[in-house]
């Protein structure tokens, strides 16, 4: 989502100027920075910073931390003070993330976040004798219980232990253990292919198990691609009752809500909600989340006062209340103000404390343009050779490690020598929207 003038005053700045009608905000956005693959988008936003010297910054948690290092945000304690603003009712593990990165001290507010849970079909437990999974579950044991479920059937009638909306690959499910380990690929620190471990190892062995054991959603059509929204609600294994665990967001519930509205034959059931999957040696943590805005005061800007009206009111109860009836960017950050959707209380949204791994952070910038094209089709054939049983697991993450670290020397050394031959244009221009800058964005605010 783009930091673009109509998106801000539609989210924010029409209903901040109807409380505030002698501030004056002025969008400035960073959708004209435009970088080739080979430009810094980084380097590009900080230049872009320094020229239009914005009061407000709207920053992604990987810049978040790196501003505070040098020194170009504004320190919140003394405004929260002053004003004996109440962050109280704030998601104190939301707050404490943004206090680590910060060493201790909170640099910037975020008005929404998003988390995963583990969802459950509670009448599919109760009809097959399985004991309902518990807060701080792992996936050994969400992969032991799936395992409980029938396996008969015909694919599109039958009921499945585990799975996914548009099923779950081998692969998908074992990256999906992984990240709850905060394991990564690959190291873009060192610019190695980390596969090869034993805790990858471990990860893929879980997961071939769990696909082996027949219990794991995987339609062979690769589930739904387009239709009507009755046509999607259906195709959906866990909103029709056919599937007993998802892993998913606060939308399923109201997924669930529109379905009953919409389909005539649709069938309800009792959900219920779980913390987790955790990492067993941190069952009281989640990695699995996401902070989509972040809104900061510049270091030197010359309004600070207007600037932190704005980030008191979008981070307030009264503006948590007015979006909690659409929740169209994530859930509140406010706790107590939206407590349930169609009757399933969103409490265990905000149970985990949050683990920002930053040795589990890949830094995109730094991936040749051309290694996923290049990469993909060797894990797509490794992993297809380790479930025909014609290679082990070991095996096949060896030579995914050994031929991609191949295909990612080269796409680094022929970046490196593009850029040598490119050297000394250090320029960005205007022009079209790029994936990197989707998150920050950049507000003049003045009274």
């Not at 060493?103 to 988390?115: D, H």
């Not at 459950?120 to 032991?144: C, M, R, S």
């Not at 190892?201 to 062979?220: C, R």
């Not at 109201?254 to 059931?269: G, I, Q, S, V």
């Amino acid at each position: 989502m783009y930091m673009e003038e109509s998106y801000f005053f539609r989210q924010y700045g029409d209903l901040f100027m109807m409380q505030h009608p002698n501030i004056d905000i002025e969008v400035v956005s960073t959708n004209s920075i435009h970088t080739g693959e080979d430009q810094d988008y980084d380097k590009a936003l900080a230049d872009f910073i320094e020229k239009e010297q914005p009061d407000v910054i709207r920053l992604s948690m990987d810049n978040y931390e790196k501003y505070i290092e040098e020194g170009k945000l504004l320190e919140l304690g003394t405004l929260i003070e002053r004003d004996k603003y109440d962050i109280g009712s704030i998601y104190p593990a939301l707050l404490d993330i943004l206090k680590e990165q910060g060493g201790g001290k909170l640099y910037g507010l975020a008005p929404f976040f998003f988390a995963n849970v583990l969802f459950y079909n509670a009448d599919l437990f109760a009809k097959y004798g399985v004991e309902v999974p518990h807060d701080g579950v792992t996936w050994q044991e969400i992969i032991d219980t799936a395992r409980q479920f029938p396996t008969e059937g015909d694919e599109k009638t039958r009921v499945y232990g585990f799975g996914s909306d548009h099923g779950m690959s081998l692969e998908d499910l074992a990256s999906s253990i992984a990240s709850t380990q905060g394991l990564k690929y690959l190291n873009t620190d060192k610019m190695k292919i980390t596969l090869n471990t034993d805790s990858w190892k471990q990860a893929y062995k879980l997961a071939m198990e769990a696909i082996d054991s027949g219990t794991i959603y995987n339609p062979q059509d690769g589930g739904f691609r387009s239709g009507t929204m009755t046509e999607y609600y259906q195709s959906r294994a866990f909103l029709m009752g056919r599937m007993a665990m998802e892993i998913d967001g606060f939308y399923l519930l109201r997924n669930m809500k529109e379905a009953r509205n919409t389909l005539k034959d649709y069938k309800p059931f009792q959900v219920g909600l779980v913390a987790g999957p955790v990492d067993p040696f941190e069952p009281d943590k989640t990695r699995n989340f996401y902070i989509n805005e972040l809104f900061a005061i510049r270091a030197n800007s010359s309004n600070v006062d207007a600037a932190w009206e704005f980030l008191k009111f979008v981070n307030g109860e009264q503006f948590a209340k007015i979006k909690s009836r659409s929740l169209n960017n994530g859930l509140l950050s406010r706790m107590g103000i939206l407590e349930e959707i169609g009757g399933v209380s969103l409490d265990v949204f905000y149970k985990l404390q949050l683990k920002l791994d930053r040795t589990s952070t890949l830094d995109h910038n730094k991936i040749p343009g051309d290694f996923y094209p290049q990469y993909q089709p060797i894990v797509d054939r490794e992993l297809k050779l380790a479930e025909e049983k014609k290679k082990s697991i070991e095996e096949a993450l060896q030579t995914i490690e050994e031929e991609g670290q191949a295909v990612l020397d080269k796409g680094v050394n022929d970046r490196a020598s593009k850029k040598d031959g490119d050297q000394g244009d250090d320029s960005f221009e205007e022009g079209e929207d790029t994936a990197n800058n989707s998150y920050d964005g950049a507000l003049i605010i003045s009274e």
